[in-house]
């Protein structure tokens, strides 16, 4: 895994277009209309739990994309659009701000939406930000739609390393292909991917998804944002708090870890050796409160030592290597 020290990036989500891309892919083609989701209110007296329990399953972990961002060097730039006014949206402000996301607001001039706002506005912030910031070096777009095809070829002839990031069956292939890199949402470390939608015969309704399950077998993931070690318990996705007393700062740290060896891989050979540096860097870019000392470790290699059932070390000449063990999963 390459350093990216002098790497500085600027990621732009199509929020809209992530969040509905990743209902559709779960519930089946125009489901997100169909089901009436932009204007559904979960918490409400009146939500019909069914609608409820599909929209949960179909949360999107804005946290992996942010964590798959930051490996690629310096967060300088950091936005969403949409229209936060809408209920589905604004359920995950409290995520998104935990995460230092600019939350660029856009208002709502028709009954479809603001769905060619958010290309155009996206589209001239980036343009504005290739000149604005000379030395912004990834550009980072969450997204599927074809209309960024332009936006992606500018960005290049710019010297800029495009990256896009796009729900599986929603994105278009030119897309991809006007892109230095592109990942779909279901390959980044930490999320499960998606079950075709079930087919189900006229009139009867179909199953409620199960809601996302962590990539640990046999552990559910609540899908607690990151940062962990700053989190008070209060942003979880599924709106249901946990306390803070029953969150362990030592499970935590070790999830960083995970996601943060697993992002390595992914970017490297599945049993590449990294440099523990890197590893650490990478941690502190998803969590920049991460810190092994509060732990009880004097040194981030006593950390590392202590999870020898998840990985190995190696010390070669002066530097200190680690890899993911093949069997860790089983190991938890």
């Known amino acids: 895994m390459t350093e990216p020290n002098d790497a500085r990036v600027g990621l732009y989500i199509d929020f809209d277009n992530i969040v509905i891309s990743r209902y559709q892919q779960l519930h089946g083609r125009n489901a ?28 999107v972990d804005f946290s992996a994309i942010i964590d798959f961002a ?20 604004a359920s995950y402000q409290r995520q998104l701000m935990s995460r230092a996301v600019d939350l660029t ?6 009954t479809r939406g603001t769905k060619n706002g ?7 912030d980036v343009v504005e930000d ?14 599927g739609d074809s ?28 897309l991809a292909a006007a892109c230095d890199e592109f990942e779909d949402y279901d390959s980044l470390p930490g999320i499960e991917k998606a079950a075709a939608p079930e087919r189900t015969s006229p009139g009867r309704k179909p199953e ?24 008070t318990g209060d942003t979880q996705l599924n709106d249901e708090p946990e306390a803070p007393e029953d969150i362990d700062p030592q499970t935590i740290a070790t999830e960083l870890l995970l996601r943060a060896l697993q992002i390595g891989h992914a970017k490297g050979d ?17 969590d920049p409160s991460f810190n092994e000392k509060p732990l009880g470790y004097r040194s981030f290699t006593d950390f590392l030592s202590s999870h020898s059932d998840l990985v190995e070390l190696e010390e070669s000449g002066p530097q200190r290597l680690i890899r993911l063990r093949p069997d860790a999963d089983k190991r938890r």
């Open 32 to 59: 997100f209309q169909r089901d009436g989701i932009r204007n559904f209110d979960k918490t409400s007296r009146d939500a019909d739990p069914e609608i409820a329990a599909k929209l949960t399953a179909a949360t």
């Open 270 to 286: 599945a049993d590449e050796w990294l440099n523990t540096g890197t590893i650490k860097n990478q941690m502190r870019r998803m």
């Open 208 to 231: 409620p998804e199960a809601v996302q399950a962590d990539p640990v077998p046999g552990k559910v993931r609540p899908l607690t944002t990151i940062p962990m070690f700053s989190d």
């Open 70 to 89: 930051a490996s690629f060097g310096t967060l300088v730039v950091n936005r969403a659009y949409a229209d936060w006014s809408v209920p589905v949206n």
């Open 147 to 174: 209309d960024y095809i332009a936006l992606a070829q500018k960005s290049k002839r710019l010297g800029r390393f495009v990256v896009g990031i796009g729900v599986a069956g929603s994105t278009s292939t030119s």
């Open 130 to 143: 290739l000149f604005r910031l000379p030395d912004l070096t990834h550009v980072i777009i969450v997204a």
């Open 118 to 124: 958010a290309d155009i506005r996206l589209a001239v």
């Open 105 to 110: 607001q856009l208002f709502t001039t028709t």
